[in-house]
């Protein structure tokens, strides 16, 4: 009796050792730009640059012309005398600081309502958008004297003037905004039977930031160039006077450097009050919106 084989289970032949993969190789990070390529640098360092080759090009020519100091002063007495007079010149930058800032918080606030009722209807619009053009291409220094009469505050008149200065263009760049949304977009929300105020909120108020923000840069300065105009008009004087009153009293006395130092106070004010708008808007839209996304 044969015995039968046993049977054999087919094995599987073991593959062949494979080596491990080698760990994929990170990408190199990219090699960080030169400090003058940024972006955010080159902002600052040509400005200062092209003010630093304008400053020594000044002094230059006043030295070298033998310039007398109540012709055109020296960037380095204006200095000084910024700093010799810096009680009196101090004291009348906070005064027009503060009204320019009280006016364009004004400003904003009626220009943001007034947008908001032009909005609402289109004849409304109609009606009332030409006198805002009136109010803007009206001289304010024909209109100041009245101002002041009319209002007993010199303060609160001062405030009123440069307000006014600086009124039109947020009403305008806001009106724009709120009008320019996506035909799009407004039928959905119409579709979904949104009331006006849903609408103002969630749609229209979002599309017009951009806009409103280009508005808050240009009235920045020129409730600045209000707040000045008003001041040389009333001419108010003592504990109360602004940075247009030393202006005005250096140029009697024939004080140029004073003078000078006044603008360049006047001239700091108006790009400090730029650059924090411009900072406010990048905040507000840095994250979303393409005019501030940087690349």
Not at 199 to 223: D, H, K
Request: with cysteine; hydrophobic share 55%; charged share 10%.
């Amino acid at each position: 009796m044969s015995t039968p084989f046993p049977s054999v289970a087919a094995v599987p032949r073991s593959a062949p050792a494979v080596p491990a993969a080698k760990k994929a190789a990170s990408p190199p990070k990219p090699a960080r730009a030169p400090l003058l390529a940024r972006p955010r640098v080159q902002r600052i360092f040509y400005p200062l640059l092209v003010g630093m080759v304008l400053i020594a090009l000044w002094q230059g020519l006043v030295t070298g012309l033998e310039l007398p100091p109540y012709l055109v002063p020296s960037p380095l007495l204006m200095m000084e005398t910024l700093i010799t007079d810096w009680a009196a010149l101090g004291a009348s930058l906070w005064v027009t600081v503060k009204i320019t800032v009280l006016a364009f918080l004004a400003a904003t606030v009626a220009g943001v309502l007034i947008s908001f009722l032009f909005v609402q209807s289109k004849l409304i619009e109609m009606a009332l958008f030409p006198y805002a053009v009136l109010l803007q291409v009206t001289p304010i220094v024909a209109v100041a004297p009245l101002i002041i009469i009319w209002v007993k505050d010199p303060t609160a008149s001062m405030v009123i003037c440069a307000a006014l200065v600086a009124l039109f263009p947020i009403i305008s760049n806001t009106t724009l905004g709120l009008r320019s949304v996506e035909p799009d977009l407004q039928s959905y929300f119409q579709l979904n039977r949104a009331t006006r105020l849903q609408t103002l909120v969630r749609l229209r108020i979002p599309s017009a930031l951009p806009y409103f923000f280009g508005g808050l840069r240009i009235s920045s300065g020129l409730a600045l160039i209000g707040a000045v105009v008003a001041e040389f008009v009333a001419g108010t004087g003592g504990s109360g006077a602004g940075l247009a009153y030393q202006i005005l009293q250096a140029g009697f006395q024939l004080n140029i450097p004073r003078m000078f130092a006044a603008l360049l106070l006047i001239s700091l004010t108006g790009v400090g009050m730029f650059v924090a708008m411009a900072w406010l808007s990048r905040l507000a839209l840095g994250s979303w919106h393409s005019s501030e996304i940087t690349p």
